[in-house]
């Protein structure tokens, strides 16, 4: 597609509820982050995969949250046991750099993110 | 802990004035300072950026200055225009583990009243 996709936009979960967000990025994008953002701030690191390898999952704040790309492209990010401190919009971004970088790039290409609002 | 800090919080300018924001960081890993803009609803977007071996990068009425003694960089905005009242985010980029990690600041939402 011409940009990245996630859905849903909006979800309400009640509190100790499962739920799940899909991206869908720009088409040959190696790189994919997840990122959430509380009111009021900046986006924070959730994970990174770069193809279907999950190579950095050090912002997961628990065990709760769980992140896939089985083939590479698609991920969904999964929140099990919802809390009300999950409350936030969480936005996906692709890359099209992976592993052979060239030093000092990096440009991030957004989606318009899930607003997840906790009960 | 806060690697990239970003003020001010938010900032109302007039039509036509320059709009400043400022950002610091702590480590000299980061490599790349781009800047991104979101507006409401929408994702962050790319706006400018530069790399640490250049003081200064202008596109049109934005201009990045770059102060790497000092681990300070700023965002211009020339001539503010009311379309430009979005959310302002200053970011910092290294590498980590084979790929560019992207840090962000807190943003600044900015105004520019007619």
Known sequence: GAGVSQSPRYKVAKRGQDVALRCDPISGHVSLFWYQQALGQGPEFLTYFQNEAQLDKSGLPSD???AERPEGSV??????RTQQEDSAVYLCASSRYGLALKRGTGELFFGEGSRL??? | Q???????QSLIVQKGGISIINCA???TAFDYFPWYQQFPGKGPALLIAIRPDVSEKKE??????FNKSAKQFSLH???SQPGDSATYFCAASRESGGYQKVTFGTGTKLQVIP
């Open chain 2, 77 to 79: 905005i020339m001539d």
């Open chain 1, 117 to 119: 609002t906790v009960l």
């Open chain 1, 75 to 80: 991920s969904t990010l999964k929140i099990q």
């Open chain 2, 25 to 27: 960081y702590e480590n």
């Open chain 2, 60 to 65: 049109g009425r934005f201009t990045i200055s």
């Open chain 1, 64 to 66: 709760r949250f769980f």
């Open chain 2, 2 to 8: 806060q690697q990239v800090k970003q003020s001010p």
